[in-house]
């Protein structure tokens, strides 16, 4: 970490405080001379030492997979009902991904436009179906920052339930489940996210601060796949496939679309008895684990964010 940091100082960058304390913190996770707490067991007699851990939520993969273990026993247990779920993955063009990289308001405006092109998308098809009424949808994204390589690549996957909950005379929601979306559905939904983000994006200012020049400068070689600092500073890392964006909507594969770098695909879809794949796509960690916990029982109410406050999730509860 010093041969980087100084690098970077020889060349007139800094970077942000909460960077390099990101890294200062995981160098010092699981390390008991920075803090630990001595267990015992009273029947025993048998003691170990364990370490503080940085909770953090950058790329420790040790506190993330515990938070992701976490997380998907929480999604599966008590947030999502036992209906069947389709995963959404919606990827960028390289320039929006790197502005998306360290500014929040542009990320929580793209990732509004998804979700609102999906839910336009669910409705339409259940109308069609002769739902009518006030129709409700449900959905869960993580938000994942880096690609297979750990390239930088800011990108969603959204857990859809495959379906619609429609109001009741009696005041209940029952829910629809829809079949599956067609290719040209998909290319619709690429089209709109396209449409929306680009509207969106149009409102916002641009808000560089003087620290964020070097994490730009980092950002943007990443997204490039370009070396940041060092010797081989400009050079291009190993990429595999290209770069091309067609700018006009194009179906390159079974429920998956193309608009301008717009990249839809939905081709995933988990039924409501599936435990296993239904805590696999839930899985919201650099970590991958098959071993998930059960689904909830049939007929589990819609999550609200009332329940989702009131309830914690339980550790160890994955097996």
């Given at each position: 970490?010093?041969?980087?940091?100084?690098?970077?100082?020889?060349?007139?960058?800094?970077?942000?405080?909460?960077?390099?304390?990101?890294?200062?913190?995981?160098?010092?996770?699981?390390?008991?001379?920075?803090?630990?707490?001595?267990?015992?067991?009273?029947?025993?007699?048998?003691?170990?030492?364990?370490?503080?851990?940085?909770?953090?939520?950058?790329?420790?993969?040790?506190?993330?997979?515990?938070?992701?273990?976490d997380?998907?026993?929480?999604?599966?247990?008590?947030?999502?009902?036992?209906?069947?779920?389709?995963?959404?993955?919606?990827?960028?063009?390289?320039?929006?991904?790197?502005?998306?990289?360290?500014?929040?308001?542009?990320?929580?405006?793209v990732?509004?436009?998804?979700?609102?092109?999906?839910?336009?998308?669910?409705?339409?098809?259940?109308?069609?179906?002769?739902?009518?009424?006030?129709?409700?949808?449900?959905?869960?994204?993580?938000?994942?920052?880096?690609?297979?390589?750990l390239?930088?690549?800011?990108?969603?996957?959204?857990?859809?339930?495959?379906?619609?909950?429609a109001?009741?005379?009696?005041?209940?929601?029952?829910?629809h489940?829809?079949?599956a979306?067609?290719?040209e559905?998909?290319?619709?939904?690429?089209?709109?996210?396209?449409?929306?983000?680009?509207?969106?994006?149009?409102?916002?200012?641009?808000?560089?601060?003087?620290?964020?020049?070097?994490?730009?400068?980092?950002?943007?070689?990443?997204?490039?796949?370009?070396?940041?600092?060092?010797p081989?500073?400009?050079?291009?890392?190993?990429?595999?496939?290209?770069?091309?964006?067609?700018?006009?909507?194009?179906?390159?594969?079974?429920?998956?679309?193309?608009?301008?770098?717009?990249?839809v695909?939905?081709?995933?879809?988990?039924?409501?008895?599936?435990?296993?794949?239904?805590?696999?796509?839930?899985?919201?960690?650099?970590?991958?684990?098959?071993?998930?916990?059960?689904?909830?029982?049939?007929?589990?109410?819609?999550?609200?964010?009332?329940?989702?406050?009131?309830?914690?999730?339980?550790?160890?509860?994955?097996?």
């Amino acid at each position: 970490m010093s041969t980087f940091l100084a690098d970077l100082e020889a060349g007139g960058g800094e970077l942000p405080a909460f960077v390099l304390d990101e890294f200062e913190a995981y160098l010092r996770c699981g390390i008991p001379a920075h803090g630990f707490l001595r267990v015992r067991c009273k029947d025993c007699g048998h003691s170990r030492v364990l370490a503080f851990a940085c909770k953090r939520r950058g790329f420790c993969p040790s506190c993330l997979g515990r938070r992701m273990a976490d997380t998907a026993a929480f999604c599966v247990d008590h947030l999502f009902p036992q209906v069947p779920a389709r995963q959404y993955v919606l990827s960028l063009p390289y320039a929006l991904r790197f502005k998306m990289a360290y500014s929040a308001d542009a990320t929580s405006v793209v990732l509004g436009a998804f979700i609102s092109a999906i839910n336009s998308d669910l409705r339409r098809r259940a109308r069609k179906r002769k739902l009518r009424g006030r129709l409700q949808t449900g959905s869960l994204t993580v938000v994942q920052r880096f690609g297979s390589s750990l390239n930088l690549n800011v990108h969603f996957h959204a857990i859809v339930m495959d379906g619609v909950y429609a109001e009741q005379p009696d005041g209940s929601m029952l829910f629809h489940p829809l079949p599956a979306p067609r290719d040209e559905d998909i290319a619709r939904l690429a089209r709109a996210v396209c449409r929306k983000v680009t509207r969106y994006l149009g409102q916002l200012t641009g808000e560089d601060k003087d620290q964020q020049l070097t994490l730009g400068h980092l950002a943007n070689a990443s997204v490039q796949g370009l070396v940041a600092t060092g010797p081989r500073r400009g050079c291009r890392v190993l990429r595999l496939g290209g770069t091309g964006a067609d700018a006009e909507a194009a179906i390159i594969g079974k429920r998956c679309a193309e608009v301008a770098g717009f990249n839809v695909h939905a081709n995933v879809r988990v039924g409501g008895r599936d435990h296993k794949a239904r805590s696999d796509t839930q899985d919201s960690g650099p970590p991958r684990n098959p071993q998930r916990s059960p689904a909830p029982h049939r007929g589990a109410p819609a999550a609200t964010g009332r329940a989702f406050g009131q309830v914690r999730p339980r550790r160890g509860r994955l097996r």
